[in-house]
């Protein structure tokens, strides 16, 4: 197994709990922010023990991902104290990438300019609808207004390098309603865009109030038309789909993400956080004073933890269930180390998605085959083939 150059950090904090978020989160009211708070203070405090405590595999750091919760109510103070805390025990590579999810309303221009000087070099906007109303629906914070007041700053401070996500599926959402949200994002032109389908996930409030596919949510037919226009729209515009929900200009897919559909391993730290180092697989408790006590077990135990080496099985499956992700898919020599037998078999699972045209399997000259899943019909019916893959492997 080669050593994670990655890390993923979570900060749980948000000001309110999103009706659709079954995040591991703490809810800290309107008001509060790392520099008022003392249960973010100690996290970061607890946190930053974490990574001091963890082996180092030898690889300096490439890519960060501070993500959330809602990252942006850290005090600058804190951000540079995690990230120094990350340079000084497994170093940061110069043009590494150090991105930040950020919630608009929620910083203003002082803390962007502090996270920027402080080495953040990529934001992630959490704007999810350009209606009011879908944004009070879903219980966001923020308004459309807050919104652009986000994107002057990101602007002001000269950070080029950011994304904005969107939902799709939202309570009362149409087809002209989701137009308008990914028109909006366009014109504002982010390097990289994120496009979600709302999963409804049954310990939220969305899952207490609805059932899937049933009103006031779209229809499956309607949430699959809001996918393709997405698509159509988007890449008319100059994005390249390069992942089920991902769309980037040149050079600007996100590093640290591709990490995870390309099954490489990666550190993380932070309550509820998942590792995949040494080809062990562990997530930490979702709660914040169970993951404090394993903190403590942990230096106690000098960093070493305890779990199995993910069976052979299993990484194929891993493989395959991100790896298809991507546009580009799979290739066969990515495969090969699980055994030709094993290969033949994943193809013959694939082949009847091949005759209905959500699977491709190419041959060209210059490389090995590969296996990818169609866009946009394939990545629709992306959940049937790989659950039945799950199924059989």
Known sequence: MTAPTAAYIHIPFCRRRCFYCDFPVSIVGDRTRGETSGAIAQYVEVLCQEILTTPQQGEILQTIFLGGGTPSLLSIEQLEQILKTLDRHFGIALDAEISIEMDPGTFDLAHLKGYHAAGINRVSLGVQSFQTEQLKACGRTHTVEDVYEAIALIHQVGVSNFSLDLISGLPHQTLETWCESVEAAIAIAPTHLSVYDLIVEPMTAFGRWYQPGESPLPTDIATAEMYRLARQKLTQAGYEHYEISNYAKSGYQCRHNRVYWENRPYYGFGMGAASYVLGQRFTRPRKRQEYFQWVQTLVEDHGKIDCP?????????????????????????????????????????????????????????????????????????????????????
């Open 309 to 393: 080496i993910t069976p052979p099985d299993e990484v194929l499956l891993d493989t395959l269930m991100v790896g298809l992700r991507l546009a580009e898919g799979i290739s066969l020599d990515a495969l090969k180390p699980f055994g030709t037998d094993q290969v033949e078999s994943v193809l013959q699972r694939l082949r009847p998605y091949q005759h209905q045209g959500w699977i491709e399997i190419t041959s060209e000259s210059t490389s090995a085959p590969r296996i990818r899943l169609t866009d946009p019909e394939g990545f629709l019916f992306s959940n049937v083939v790989l659950t039945r893959l799950f199924e059989d492997i």
